[in-house]
T-cell receptor, first 115, second 113 residues
Framework: GQQLNQSPQSMFIQEGEDVSMNCTSS?????WLWYKQDPGEGPVLLIA?????ELTSNGRLTAQFGITRKDSFLNISASIPSDVGIYFC???????????????FGKGTLLTVNP | NAGVTQTPKFRVLKTGQSMTLLCAQD?????MYWYRQDPGMGLRLIHY???????AKGEVPDGYNVSRLKKQNFLLGLESAAPSQTSVYFC????????????FGNGTRLTVT
């Protein structure tokens, strides 16, 4: 099956620093998604990318859909303590019926922010 | 709106016991999913449903069964629990269509001893 390589696995940073994480795949995806999971909760969607080359921001978060359709990155600027959590990328392929059940998730990046 | 609600939040089973995890959504979503999350493995799809009365296998379906008798509910069953099924289980739902994000519940932590 399709696999996503998400890196880094974990990051320890100081408050105020910028963060960058990425996902790569040998397969082409039509949609890239970035989710955040807080401890004890389910993942919550941060950013969705639907076109190759697309660059989208959501507050201090910026994500890009790679031109090759095989990669995506997420940047967080000026990190704060509440940015702590696990960040997941997910890639979606377009099924013949246009349904969205074929999501492949990366293994996650655990972010720790020291105040 | 409650969104996606999972019950129970925690459960401990002995090997061989059975149980059903319940998922309910109040967003009128067509699609529902069950994932399991294990350390270092990310989220893996167990089963999914694209509508009431329909179910399909995901990436890791063995040892699980599902039912979707009502649009708002999606049940995950373990007939004979095994220690390998110790995991955190997440239910999710979405509208049909490419640009419909998944909404996740808060998970059920299951331990099989």
């Amino acid at each position: 099956g399709q696999q996503l390589n998400q890196s880094p696995q974990s990051m320890f940073i100081q408050e105020g620093e910028d963060v960058s994480m990425n996902c790569t795949s040998s397969s082409i995806f039509n949609t890239w998604l970035w989710y955040k999971q807080d401890p004890g909760e389910g993942p919550v969607l941060l950013i969705a990318l639907y076109k190759a080359g697309e660059l989208t921001s959501n507050g201090r978060l910026t994500a890009q859909f790679g031109i090759t359709r095989k990669d995506s990155f997420l940047n967080i600027s000026a990190s704060i303590p509440s940015d702590v959590g696990i960040y997941f990328c997910a890639g979606q392929t377009e099924s013949s019926g246009g349904s969205n059940y074929k999501l492949t998730f990366g293994k996650g990046t655990l972010l720790t922010v020291n105040p | 709106n409650a969104g996606v609600t999972q019950t129970p939040k925690f459960r401990v089973l002995k090997t061989g016991q059975s149980m059903t995890l319940l998922c309910a959504q109040d967003m009128n979503h067509e699609y529902m999913y069950w994932y399991r999350q294990d350390p270092g493995m990310g989220l893996r799809l167990i089963h999914y449903s694209v509508g009431e009365g329909t179910t399909a296998k995901g990436e890791v379906p063995d040892g699980y069964n599902v039912s979707r008798l009502k649009k708002q509910n999606f049940l995950l069953g373990l007939e004979s629990a095994a220690p390998s099924q110790t995991s955190v289980y997440f239910c999710a739902s979405s509208y049909a269509g490419r640009r419909s994000p998944l909404h996740f519940g808060n998970g059920t932590r299951l331990t099989v001893t």
